[in-house]
């Protein structure tokens, strides 16, 4: 049978949603179409906050990549728009002359960030926040400018104001309320957020009305109706969104607010549909994706001929994170006569709960802070359950049941684990007894729990441990490289080292990887248990991560950082004339000491690396690799009327036996002359300190994050014994620590007595120092090298357009 024609204006999250959804249930019955405005494959909007505070990258917000479409044999046409509908020829007009026929059309144009009507809105430097290019926009206007202002204090405004002080702005939110988020929190929770985020860098102006925006062609502040002003370079407009309705308007298609469906999501257009913020159903727009994918389901199901089901509106409970705060709103938010509250307010943790009841049953919930209790608390209101017998307990809890809202033995089968996604407590658990699943990865990939905001995966993670019982631990221990493959770290070596695989393509094709090219994590990990197992292995320079790849830091603006070799901190005259010289050469924007007691030069281009490698004539420092770092060191007793031992020498002799060696993660060493410690040896991956008559030596430190004061591992008399340990220890950290696994994470996984029984034993120690030796020996100065190899310079360094094929 034919294929129908299915065509989608709009590639977003709702979207797309839907198309997933028929697949489900019949993967052939439609030739599908997409257009997308945005030059990019579906992705999750909801962490573009994420993407521009820096806690995500632009790859890992990414929900159906360019091969999803090419497998399913979806015509992507992206950064392309329908500009036109002729509905009676059924035909789509696109912006670039395309003209595309259907049988079926789904509007899933979304919404559009709304820009207040007033004078100065086009100004350039007013943006909304909205996209990825608005992402992009704000990342480019924080280098050059210091003070923007968010207009509009709800979520979107909040999160854009956190990540603009993360990119080092000066940051105003102006409001027109009394306090933020006035739609999801009471004015107590507002405060205590607002407390929060002042702390975090953030001014607020509330009660403010802004009347216009001023400059010439650029913005330079605002005005307020009470007359007063601010300074400003960049307006973010945040002050809510509104349906994209327009082309449908101009297609006949009715509209109010968004475009009016009916419980099937049909227009009142035949064949044409539409789905997500675009739509109004029942005089009520949608703005969160929970309801969206209902929408989805339903109109899936619609085009697929079973019409069982309708759309008849969502309760909607608003789960929130707002720079690392957690919030939780549904149901109404402000007290009044016919309602009564039951109120926690603990200022000290930081946590607020409000239910507010009315005629015993729950009609609104604001949390603050503890949001645990939020998937109860909601089943409890959209179930309109009498709480009559709970409200003596504390916060509505049963007698006899357990306070952890994370209790998923007593949830009922019909609770919503996943918010966003509307999957229940008994869909997540028949998915993994059907499909034996074992991680929260696989049961999103089934389930598509978990795929949005992400706030529930602890959750599912518990659900897995019930349902699976004791197969859980078992399986939880065995901890997959990632998803394509089923294979442990442990037992991917085994297989490797067995059958004698020795190239990445190898290993993928002998040991049935599930993707054929593998990813941006097994790849890497895969060229370095290669380069562990032989000690000859040619290095798979294209499977390393970026930095490792091009050899330097990726800034957030596409630059790089260049940090030379010094060993032990110390330098010499010529050193740092070569450096001054390159930096006044290059224009560096930014020279600057690092915590490891390097100069490292930041804003270099990736055309400009080999010239400035060429120029200062110094071996890469490996400040971007998993690898050692530095060894930090004190002048010691050379110097130092407290030193006990000459700690310069030893630490730039340390540094000079282990430079280059892959590891894997970064390795930071440091010694120090005395007990005193200046060197901050004690929380280093490695940590020499030199006492009376010898060396102390510390290991499975860690100063970053996750802060961990080093172990004593052993005292040693001599340099010699010191360069045989720590190079025993840093073989055996190769050889059986997880890729990306720090020491002190491994340390505290192996445990110190079984590390310092494998050193201990003079054989296995030699042996190790064999290995690793043999190792080193393969390594080359990568600077040096791109410099004398033509191929490497053009291949990676050379300046060139990319241009991704989205067909």
Not at 722 to 729: K, L, P, Q
Request: hydrophobic share 35%; proline share 2%; with cysteine.
């Amino acid at each position: 049978m034919e294929k129908r024609k299915l065509v989608m204006v709009g590639n977003g999250m709702a979207g797309v949603r839907t198309i997933e959804e028929i697949l489900k249930i019949n993967k052939d019955l439609f030739d599908i179409t997409i257009f997308g405005k945005e030059p990019y494959p579906n992705y999750n909007r909801i962490q573009l906050s994420n993407v521009l505070q820096g806690e995500a990258t632009w790859d890992e917000i990414i929900m159906n990549g360019w091969n999803w479409y090419k497998d399913h044999h979806i015509q992507l046409h992206a950064g392309e728009s329908v500009i036109k509908i002729d509905v009676e020829q059924k035909r789509v007009y696109s912006d670039r002359g395309r003209v595309v026929e259907y049988d079926e059309l789904i509007l899933a144009t979304g919404s559009l960030p709304f820009i207040l009507p007033i004078p100065g809105v086009d100004k350039q430097g007013v943006i909304g926040f909205r996209d990825i290019q608005d992402c992009k926009t704000m990342i480019e206007a924080a280098k050059h400018y210091k003070k923007a202002v968010v207009i509009g204090a709800g979520l979107l405004g909040l999160e854009a104001a956190s990540g603009l002080v993360k990119l080092g702005m000066q940051v105003d939110v102006v409001h027109l309320m009394s306090h933020i988020m006035e739609k999801q929190l009471d004015a107590t929770a507002a405060q205590m957020l607002q407390k929060e985020l002042e702390a975090q860098g953030i001014n607020f102006l509330l009660e403010k009305e802004t009347v216009a925006i001023l400059g010439d062609e650029c913005v330079k502040g605002l005005r307020f109706k009470d007359g007063t002003e601010i300074e400003a370079d960049l307006v973010v407009m945040a002050a809510g969104i509104v349906p994209n309705v327009r082309l449908a308007k101009e297609s006949g298609i009715y509209v109010n607010r968004g475009i009016i469906v009916n419980d099937y999501l049909e227009t009142n257009i035949p064949n044409v549909y539409a789905v997500g913020e675009c739509t109004e159903h029942r005089e009520i727009v949608y703005g969160l994706v929970a309801p969206l994918y209902e929408q989805a389901k339903v109109l899936a199901e619609n085009l697929c001929g079973i019409r069982e089901k309708r759309y008849e509106g969502s309760v909607v409970g608003t789960q929130l994170k707002v720079s690392g705060v957690d919030l939780f709103s549904a149901g109404e938010i402000y007290e009044n006569q016919t309602t009564k509250a039951i109120k926690v307010h603990n200022e000290w943790n930081g946590v607020y709960k409000k239910v507010l009841i009315r005629d015993r049953r729950i009609v609104g919930i604001v949390l603050y802070g503890d949001t645990k209790d939020s998937t109860r608390l909601f089943r409890m209101m959209t179930q309109k359950q009498d709480i009559s017998d709970m409200a003596e307990i504390v916060f509505l809890q049963a007698p006899g049941q357990e306070a952890s809202g994370n209790n998923v033995a007593a949830m009922p089968d019909d609770e919503v684990i996943c918010g966003c996604n509307g999957v229940t407590k008994g869909t997540i658990a028949s998915a993994i007894q059907t499909h034996n699943l074992t991680t929260v990865e696989q049961v999103g990939a089934c389930t598509n729990a978990g795929r949005s905001c992400g706030r529930c995966k602890s959750l599912i993670a518990h659900l897995l441990e019930h349902t699976l019982g004791d197969a859980f631990y078992q399986t939880a221990q065995k901890e997959t490289l990632c998803a394509c493959t089923d294979l442990s770290r442990d037992e991917l070596v085994a297989e490797i080292r067995e059958k004698g695989l020795t190239s990445i393509k190898e290993i993928m094709n002998v040991l049935g990887w599930k993707t054929e090219e593998g990813c941006s994590k097994c790849r890497p990990a895969l060229n370095y248990f290669l380069g562990v197992l032989y000690p000859e292995y040619e290095d798979d320079r294209d499977s390393r991560l970026v930095n490792e790849k091009m050899h330097a830091n990726i800034q957030k603006d596409g630059t790089y950082s260049v940090v030379p070799r010094m060993y032990g901190g110390v330098t010499t005259a010529s050193d740092l004339r070569k450096i001054a010289d390159v930096a006044e050469k290059y224009n560096v924007p930014l020279v600057k000491l690092t915590g490891g007691q390097r100069i490292a030069l930041f804003g270099i281009k990736k055309e400009d690396l080999p010239n400035v490698w060429a120029d200062l004539e110094m071996p890469s420092g490996y400040a971007y690799g998993k690898t050692l770092r530095t060894v930090k060191t004190c002048v010691g007793a050379q110097f130092c009327r407290y030193g006990t031992q000459d700690s310069m020498s030893l630490g730039i002799e340390l540094e000079k036996r282990f430079e280059r060696l892959d590891t894997p993660n970064k390795v930071k060493m440091g010694v120090s002359a005395c007990p005193r410690n200046c060197a901050e040896a004690g929380i280093k991956d490695v940590g020499i300190v030199g006492v009376d008559g010898g060396w102390e030596i510390y290991v499975g430190g860690n100063g970053g994050t996750d802060l961990r004061a080093a172990d004593l591992l052993c005292k040693v008399k001599t340099e010699e014994e010191v360069f045989d340990i720590v190079g025993a220890y840093l073989q055996y950290y190769r050889e059986t620590a997880k890729y990306l696994e720090r020491t002190s994470k491994w340390i505290e996984r192996v445990g110190l007595d079984h590390v310092k029984e494998v050193l201990f034993d003079e054989e296995k120690r030699k042996e190790l120092n064999e290995r690793l030796y043999r190792t080193l020996a393969r390594y080359e100065d990568p600077w040096k090298k791109a410099i004398e190899d033509e191929t490497i310079r053009h291949r990676y360094y050379t300046k060139r357009s990319i241009v991704v094929n989205t067909k």
